[in-house]
């Protein structure tokens, strides 16, 4: 018997994971990445992004395991047909092997709806957000990157990208292999004001 969520309750160890989370670089992410089960949680999370309509419109590609070598493989090959220099191909192979897991998250907008694409935009960047929370809230370090090859059209299609879809953000998840540094943040009168 599953349990109903329960609404309107204090949950101050969850604003304190809010202000205290951070980024973690998914060059210096190690093993362990989460189970199959938190994975499942964690995507579970991203999934519950608020979304205008109700159309979902987003997806998720997991590469984990051999999964990252082989889009590994895809960088370096779109890398040597631009003419990259062998080191530049080597970084390329290795970049989806630096975090256990990756996940892409998948902008799936569509045009001519009566929910403008921009908020469908929005909604799968709150997916990326609730994936970085979530994954925190788990044990784990995580990274919501786009780097050039989120915006390559060979690699999105190798991918398996659609018309018309575009990648919100790789969200690269493992374990920390040294201390986060806490970064600067903005200072609140600065960017606040009430009307």
Same mark, same amino acid.
């Given at each position: 018997?599953?349990?109903?969520?329960?609404?309107?309750?204090?949950?101050?160890?969850?604003? *304190?994971?809010?202000?205290?989370?951070?980024?973690?670089?998914?060059?210096?992410?190690?093993?362990?990445?989460?189970?199959?089960?938190?994975?499942? *949680?964690?995507?579970?999370?991203?999934?519950?992004?608020? *979304?205008?309509?109700?159309?979902?419109?987003?997806?998720?590609?997991?590469?984990?395991?051999?999964?990252?070598?082989?889009?590994? *493989?895809?960088?370096?090959?779109?890398?040597?047909?631009?003419?990259?220099?062998?080191?530049?191909?080597?970084?390329?192979?290795?970049?989806?092997?630096?975090?256990?897991?990756?996940?892409?998250?998948?902008?799936?907008?569509?045009?001519?709806?009566?929910?403008?694409?921009?908020?469908?935009?929005?909604?799968?960047?709150?997916?990326?957000?609730?994936?970085?929370?979530?994954?925190?809230?788990?044990?784990?370090?995580?990274?919501?990157?786009?780097?050039?090859?989120?915006?390559?059209?060979?690699?999105?299609?190798?991918?398996?990208?659609?018309?018309?879809?575009?990648?919100?953000?790789?969200?690269?998840?493992?374990?920390?292999?040294?201390?986060?540094?806490?970064?600067?943040?903005?200072?609140?009168?600065?960017?606040?004001?009430?009307?």
């Amino acid at each position: 018997m599953s349990k109903e969520p329960t609404f309107n309750h204090p949950a101050p160890r969850a604003l *304190d994971l809010l202000l205290s989370r951070r980024s973690g670089s998914a060059k210096t992410m190690k093993e362990p990445g989460p189970s199959k089960k938190q994975l499942a *949680d964690i995507l579970k999370a991203g999934a519950r992004a608020p *979304d205008h309509g109700k159309l979902f419109p987003w997806r998720f590609i997991v590469f984990e395991g051999k999964g990252r070598a082989r889009a590994g *493989d895809i960088l370096a090959e779109v890398m040597e047909a631009e003419g990259e220099r062998a080191k530049q191909v080597a970084e390329e192979r290795a970049r989806f092997l630096r975090a256990p897991v990756v996940v892409a998250v998948v902008s799936a907008a569509r045009e001519q709806h009566k929910i403008p694409v921009w908020e469908q935009e929005l909604s799968a960047g709150a997916v990326c957000q609730n994936m970085l929370v979530a994954a925190t809230a788990s044990g784990f370090v995580a990274q919501w990157v786009t780097e050039w090859y989120a915006y390559h059209p060979v690699v999105k299609e190798r991918l398996g990208l659609r018309a018309g879809e575009r990648i919100a953000g790789f969200i690269y998840i493992g374990t920390p292999a040294e201390a986060l540094e806490e970064r600067p943040r903005p200072e609140m009168e600065k960017i606040v004001t009430f009307f």
